[in-house]
């Protein structure tokens, strides 16, 4: 496999407060991976850089073997990077099917003039949209509910929502910002699943910020271990269960009971 994202030398302050610590690493086109570490630890931090959210101090971001550096974050999603948020993002008043359908936007091909006439070509184009977001309500499993009001639907498939959208516009990465946060255990198993499908149906490489370790171990192929800003290990599942750093930094005493449970 090649690296889809590389990330190097990557440095970002706030006041003074170093929040991401010469952070380097990359991703395999086609792999599941995981960022963790304790709060507070950059996670965020990073995927806000990746995702021109914030300009880094320094280092470089290489998606596709082109500089991210930059780039505001609706260009970044036009190159092909989508993702979701900690803490869910919908426009709570509007349907199912129309959050899905705002995940397109960057795809669209229409001038002020086309919109305001409503031309064949803004109706064609907006049909296109529709069908595409409705095919991504029915890949993750709320298509019966495209017309409902997206406030009413409860946590999990509020989630789903967010995965739909960020899956419409048919990226080649996507980062997911602690997905499974507030789901049982009956509804992180499903969204693991969901996961699985994403890379393995539509060949989506992925990129998950986890604190669930069996959500983390249970999918992951690479992990990387962020704490304090700065990278402290890298590698499979298994390196990082055994890593000592990581053991004392994050997992503690949990962490050779983790592979059990999982």
Known sequence: ??????????????????????????????????????????????????????????????????????????????????????????????????????????????????????????????????????????????????????????YGDQRRIEIARALVSEPQLILLDEPTAGMNPQESAAAMNLFRRVRDELGITIVLIEHDMRVVMGISEHIAVLDYGQKIAEGTPDDVRSNPRVIEAYLGRRASTIGERA
């Open 1 to 154: 496999m090649t690296a889809l994202l590389e990330v190097k030398g990557l440095v970002k302050s706030f006041g003074g407060i170093a929040a991401v610590r010469d952070v380097t690493t990359s991703i395999e086109a086609g792999s599941i991976s995981a960022i963790i570490g304790p709060n507070g630890a950059g996670k965020t931090t990073l995927f806000n850089l990746l995702t021109g959210i914030y300009k880094p101090d320094s280092g470089s971001i290489t998606f596709a073997g082109k500089s991210l550096i930059g780039l505001r974050p609706d260009q970044v999603h036009k190159a092909g990077i989508s993702r979701t948020f900690q803490n869910i993002r919908l426009f709570p008043s509007m349907t199912v099917v129309e959050n899905v359908m705002v995940g397109m936007h960057s795809r669209l091909r229409l001038s002020i003039v086309e919109t305001l006439l409503r031309t064949p070509s803004m109706r064609a184009q907006e049909q296109h949209v529709l069908k595409k977001s409705m095919e991504m309500l029915k890949f993750v499993g709320i298509a019966d509910k495209a017309n409902e009001v997206s406030r009413n639907l409860p």
